[in-house]
């Protein structure tokens, strides 16, 4: 049991490092007027990869963040921010799409 809690924890640091490297590449998908903060590159592809609205919910499980009330809030404050750039859509109240 000890041993598969070990390569669970190993895992586990294994997907962190790959995901911190992953986000300092550059993105083709990514808008050049996406805000400085590391989950805005990542939250801009899944919305182009799904054809249903997302919910902050949904962004947060893409991310790889905890569905805590606080991580929730801040990717619908991310989501919202991108709407006001207008390089998201929200076409209803808390659902989020990419722009047409």
Do not use: W
């Not at 997302?54 to 919202?80: F, M, S, Y």
Request: net charge neutral; aromatic share 2%.
């Amino acid at each position: 049991m000890r041993e598969a809690e070990t390569h669970l924890d190993h895992l586990a640091i294994t997907r962190k490092t790959v995901t911190a490297l992953a986000d300092r590449l550059p993105t083709q998908a990514a808008s050049p007027d996406l805000p400085e903060h590391p989950d805005y590159p990542r939250i801009h592809p899944a919305t182009n990869d799904n054809t249903v609205p997302l919910r902050a919910r949904d962004v947060c499980e893409v991310l790889d963040h905890e569905r805590l009330p606080k991580n929730i809030e801040g990717t619908r404050a991310k989501l919202k921010r991108l709407v006001k750039l207008e390089i998201l859509d929200e076409v209803s109240t808390g659902s989020f799409t990419r722009r047409q």
